[in-house]
């Protein structure tokens, strides 16, 4: 098979909407690597969306996945239910940040945590109002692309959105916008355009994941906990693409000295399989009613499996301490290489969660080409990245948390090569 030609079949057999970063067809990977359909090898920056924190085919998630498969795939947990669902309740209920008893709902992808999430919002208070952030991403089903914070390509042609969704600025200092313009704008529509006793929720993701990787200041944290707290507000944590180690915690909210009400989370914690949840304040996940929340696929029994899994490996392979110090090898390498790539604006990101966006040294604006080129050329040359940012000019770095010594190593040496290769072009 070669990938030119899937990718003609693809054309003819996918609907377009689906994008694709890379025509690279996988035929199998292990860990931090992948191999495509004719044989080429490439060291995966992406894990999924940082999916595969616990990297490609971990043996401790496959075995526990194996041994599920001997047992049943399948009875829906509402008809037919399975004590392994309790326990990973039970496990997230002890390790989500926040004080006091905790309730776990499973569903399937993070859109649905999202949306689930909103929903028991909604129930909890009696309001219909959910606040979200410019540049934040939740998802594509309608009420998640509702709260997303960018239009290309997530909701242009889709409208009209949900009603009772405002959006406020993100802080992102490195384009002037500062935790004080945001929490300006947001006592604002307060006063001009949404009374906040009728918000349920306000949504935010701990460092934002498409938008470009920003990490929320703990100011702008301190006063969202302040302000739902005065006002009745719940307040919601998207760490679909922060959590399970990845910013060098299990949760990115543990960085703060405020907790949420509720946490969305998905991707990471599954190690490949699709499983989702929501957890937080047992008074606010039991308002709905039995029925009202759930779905066929929610805490899929492989699913379940492979979660335990991945929290035994996170503890007992220490990938808290390992991702907080590859990130922090990686920050030192692309820091040193900005007196000869210049259109490295800004390096950030706690833990192993790390951007890089790239402006024109000489205007001081976004350079969406240049990312592009750094992808193009570390693809080339066996890497894969992806881009992200409202303005598509960031890097972000996924790699997964067990990537061996040797292979990161390569895999910053081949980095470094690509971005001088994009300035050469």
Known sequence: MHNAAIAERRK?????????????YV?????AEVW???????????????VVNTGHRHPRVMEAVRAQLDRFTHTCHQVIPYESYIALGERLN????????????????GAEAVE???????????????????????GRTFMAMSLTGKVQPYKAGFGPMMPDVFHVPFPVSLHGTTPEDALRALHGLFKADLDPA?????????????????????DLMRALRALCDEHGIVLIADEVQTGFARTGRLFAMEHYDVHPDLTCMAKGLGGGLPIAAVTGRAEIMDAAHPGGLGGTYGGNPLGVAAAHAVLDVIEEEGLCDRANALG????????????????????????????????????????????????????????????????????????????????????????????LAARAA
């Open 12 to 24: 003819t057999a996918i609907a377009r909407g689906v994008g694709m970063q890379t025509q690279i």
């Open 27 to 31: 035929d199998r990977a292990e860990n």
């Open 36 to 50: 495509d359909v004719e044989g080429r090898r490439f060291i995966d920056f992406a894990a999924g969306i940082a």
């Open 94 to 109: 002890a390790l989500v940040p926040g004080p006091g008893d905790k309730r776990t709902v499973f569903v399937t992808t």
């Open 116 to 138: 689930n999430a909103v929903k028991i919002a909604r129930i909890a208070t009696g309001r219909p109002a959910v606040v979200a952030f410019g540049g934040g991403f939740h």
């Open 198 to 218: 009728r918000v349920a929720a306000v949504i935010i993701e701990p460092v934002q994941g498409e938008g470009g990787f920003y990490p929320a200041p703990p």
């Open 328 to 419: 922090s090898r990686l920050r030192q390498r692309l820091e040193s290489l900005r007196d000869r790539v210049p259109e490295i604006a800004e390096v950030r990101g706690p833990g192993f969660m790390v951007a890089a966006e790239f402006m024109r040294p000489a205007e001081g604006s976004p350079h969406p080409d240049f990312a592009a080129r750094v992808r193009a050329e570390a693809q080339a040359r066996g890497l894969i990245l992806l881009t992200c940012g409202v303005h598509a000019n960031v890097i972000r770095f996924l790699a997964p948390i067990t990537i061996p010594d040797d292979v990161f190593a390569e895999a910053l040496d081949i980095l470094e090569d690509s971005l």
